[in-house]
C-alpha cells in the first residue's frame, strides 16, 4: 500500500468509530506495550478513561470491562499520558490524578491511596497533568502546567508517595504567559528535560536537576497564538515538539541535554 495511506481491510474504509458511553469518550494518546497489544487513554463517560486494544485492533475483552476502565478521579477529569510501572502495570497522568492499574485494568491498591496518588501539584484543582516518566534513579516524575501559567512538576515514589516538586516548584513562572507542558524526559544523569511552550511563540525546554532546580533553558521562537500539544523521543534521544495555531502545525526539535537541535 502507498506509505500512510488508509489500511482500507481495518474497519470501514481504513476508519473504526467506537462509542463506549452515553456522555463523553475520546483518546488523548496511544501506548506500544511490550505485549504488542495497545493502550489508549483519555476519557471514558467524561472520566478517566483507557482502551486496550489487540493488535488488530479489536478490543481486548480481559481488561477492564470488555476492554473499557473507567476511574472517578473527578468529575471531567480526563488521562492524558500513560507509561508501564517498571514493577507491572500501568501509570497514567491526567487533570488531577496520578493512577496506577494492574495489567488486567484493575486499580492498584498498594500504589497511593485507593491506587491514586496524592500529594504535591496533582492536589490542586487547576494542575493539568500531561505526562509522566520514570527517572535514572526509579522515581516517578510528572510534568504539566497549572491554570495555563506556569509549567509544574514532581517526584514520587514508586508507591506513589509524594516526594518532591511542591506546589512551589515553578518551572516558568510569570502569570503573564500562557505556559504550556507537553513532556518529561528523564537523562541517565539524573537530570529530566521538560518541554512545552510558553507565550504562546516559543517552543521552550527547561533541564532540571535531580531535585528539580532549574539548570538550563532554551528557546525556539515561531508566531504569535502558537502553542505546544505533544512530544517524543526519538530512537537518537533528540526530542520532538508538535504545535499548533488556528491554522498551521509547526514542529521543533531539541538535542538530548534540551539545546535546540540546530
Not at 452515553?22 to 483507557?50: C, P, T, W
Not at 472517578?72 to 488531577?96: F, S
Not at 500562557?178 to 544523569?189: E, F, I, Q
Not at 505546544?228 to 537518537?236: G, H, I, N
Request: charged share 20%; aromatic share 8%.
Amino acid at each position: 500500500t502507498i506509505p500512510a495511506a488508509l489500511d482500507t481491510s481495518f474497519g470501514t474504509d481504513g476508519m473504526q468509530v467506537l462509542s463506549v458511553s452515553d456522555s463523553i469518550d475520546y483518546i488523548r494518546s496511544l501506548k506500544l506495550l511490550a505485549s504488542g497489544k495497545i493502550l489508549a487513554v483519555g476519557a471514558v463517560n467524561n472520566h478517566f478513561g483507557l482502551l486496550r486494544f489487540n493488535s488488530d485492533l479489536s478490543l481486548d475483552t480481559s481488561f477492564g470491562t470488555d476492554g473499557v476502565v473507567e476511574t472517578l478521579v473527578g468529575n471531567g477529569e480526563h488521562a492524558v499520558d500513560v507509561i508501564e510501572h517498571p514493577e507491572g502495570g500501568l501509570l497514567v497522568i491526567g487533570k488531577n490524578g496520578l493512577v496506577r492499574y494492574t495489567d488486567d485494568g484493575a486499580l492498584d491498591t498498594s500504589f497511593g491511596s485507593g491506587g491514586i496518588a496524592n500529594g504535591g501539584n496533582i492536589d490542586s484543582s487547576f494542575f493539568e497533568g500531561s505526562s509522566v516518566a520514570i527517572t535514572a534513579d526509579g522515581r516517578i516524575v510528572v510534568g504539566g502546567d497549572e491554570n495555563g501559567h506556569w509549567w509544574k512538576h514532581g517526584y514520587y515514589s514508586l508507591s506513589g508517595e509524594f516526594l518532591s516538586g511542591g506546589s512551589d516548584a515553578n518551572v516558568y513562572q510569570d502569570r503573564a504567559l500562557d505556559a504550556r507542558s507537553c513532556g518529561v524526559y528523564p537523562l541517565g544523569d539524573g537530570t529530566t528535560v521538560m518541554v512545552g511552550s510558553v507565550r504562546n511563540d516559543y517552543f521552550t525546554s527547561v533541564r532540571l536537576d535531580p531535585e528539580g532546580n532549574t539548570i538550563a533553558q532554551h528557546q525556539l521562537p515561531f508566531t504569535d497564538d502558537m502553542s505546544a500539544e505533544s512530544s517524543m523521543r526519538l530512537p537518537d534521544g533528540k526530542i520532538l515538539v508538535i504545535g499548533r495555531d488556528d491554522y498551521q502545525l509547526y514542529v521543533g526539535r531539541f538535542n538530548q541535554d534540551g539545546s535546540v537541535d540546530t
